[in-house]
């Protein structure tokens, strides 16, 4: 196995709806955009990990070296639920560590319009569903359950975690969105860039209780793309460019276990906590030394319990975690300073890489208004349900 893999480039699309563009064209100018900022072009890719749910059956990897340059290079397409993304950097990734690769460009891209998470694609104002008891049992306008929907599962789950502590409620649930939109005002990349009260998020239609619209991720186009690098071949680039390389400093992919009394509804928060445990530990360092944290919110209940998942507060103290300000600036580590997926947007596959690149903008002291002060480790969490599960933790140089 080779030494320690670098990001050396990143870019992403604005986020948001590309009616006039292909999913080619937008994988295609992340991609361009990523190589220009690390200095290299495709000539120096030794691996291409292409991440697309939707285009998938496509060969979008081969697609987009038609237009970004041929080259003979292995072209893995990777489809991995919604941590499609990060799986996509974590195949290059360990392309790199096996010694079979050099350096290797990672991209995801979606193209899903106003798709929706619901059932069937459904947009989200033509299903509205409510949901109550400890496992969210639900009611439709059309009489499906709400299981069968992303904002049902998430639902459940947080239900579960709200009935088994005290102080977890539809107000806590409510004011990690409050925070996730508050935090897009500042990215120029975000999906939706408006601040949100907390009546209005709350009395925003219901999807499946407590998720109301405004604690949904909003589903669009976009692409973002990095490139990284060998150790070895790091060092033998100019000094300033070693400089704004990012050290990956772990990177762990888990599925769901098995469990001995049977599984009705997918686990979204054990194989997080599986995944952060080895990933503290190839990383040689502890929640408590992390400054900044991309987390997949998809809905405000996973970003809550998650909170858990990664060690971040104690057991059953997710609602209190909140209600202090921990999770944003000036607290004890700031969450999803992008905006997260509920206001940056949700094009599944690109997630993932928007997620890397914003940790390494802020590692490299790039991300503007939104910076966060003195950033020394980062790391990120993206989920598939179903499940998969991405954590990595990024070092600056």
């Keep these: 196995m080779s030494d320690a893999v670098w990001v050396l480039g990143t870019s992403m699309t604005r986020f948001g709806r590309y009616p006039e563009l292909d999913a080619v064209d937008l994988a295609s100018r992340a991609c361009m955009d990523a190589l220009a900022d690390g200095g290299v072009t495709i000539h120096d890719m030794d691996v291409m990990g292409a991440g697309t749910l939707f285009q998938s059956q496509t060969g979008m990897g081969q697609r987009v070296q038609k237009q970004i340059g041929q ?3 292995p072209v893995y397409n990777v489809t991995n639920a919604c941590a499609t993304g990060a799986t996509a950097i974590r195949t290059v990734y360990l392309s790199i560590k096996a010694g079979e690769a050099q350096m290797g460009l990672a991209f995801g891209v979606e193209q899903m319009g106003k798709m929706g998470l619901l059932r069937g694609g459904a947009k989200a104002e033509e299903k509205v569903f409510e949901a109550a008891g400890r496992y969210g049992a639900v009611t439709g306008v059309d009489g499906i359950l709400g299981t069968e929907t992303m904002p049902g599962v998430f639902a459940q789950a947080g239900m579960e975690y709200a009935c088994d502590y005290d102080g977890v409620g539809f107000e806590q649930f409510a004011r990690v969105a409050y925070k996730n939109h508050q935090h897009s005002t500042l990215n120029p990349l975000a ?3 408006k601040e949100f009260s907390m009546e209005e998020i709350m009395g925003s239609p219901v999807q ?4 109301t619209l405004l604690m949904c991720c909003p589903t669009g186009d976009g692409a973002a793309a990095v490139v990284l690098v060998s150790e070895e071949r790091l060092r033998s680039m100019p000094a300033e460019v070693q400089k704004r390389a990012v050290k990956i400093s772990a990177s762990v992919l888990t599925s769901d276990p098995w469990v001995e009394s049977g599984q009705v509804q997918p686990d979204v928060n054990t194989l997080t906590r599986n995944a952060a445990a080895q990933a503290y ?3 040689g360092i502890g929640p408590e030394d992390l400054d900044l944290v991309e987390l997949h919110d998809c809905f405000s209940c996973n970003e809550m319990i998650t909170y858990e998942g990664l060690g971040l507060c104690e057991e059953g103290k997710g609602g ?6 921990a999770n944003t600036y000036g607290g004890q580590v700031v969450v999803n300073p992008s905006g997260g997926l509920i206001s940056k947007g949700h094009p599944l596959g690109a997630t993932g890489l928007a997620q890397c690149a914003e940790l390494n903008w802020q590692l ?5 208004k939104r910076q966060v002060d003195n950033v020394s480790a980062a790391l990120q969490h993206n989920l598939g349900l179903g499940g998969a599960c991405v954590v990595a933790m990024y070092a600056r140089a």
């Design 71 to 73: 080259t003979g290079i």
């Design 281 to 283: 530990e190839t990383a």
């Design 320 to 325: 209190a975690f909140v209600d202090s300000g």
């Design 208 to 211: 499946s209780y407590p998720n």
């Design 364 to 368: 490299r002291g790039e991300a503007d």
């Design 191 to 193: 999906q939706y860039r």
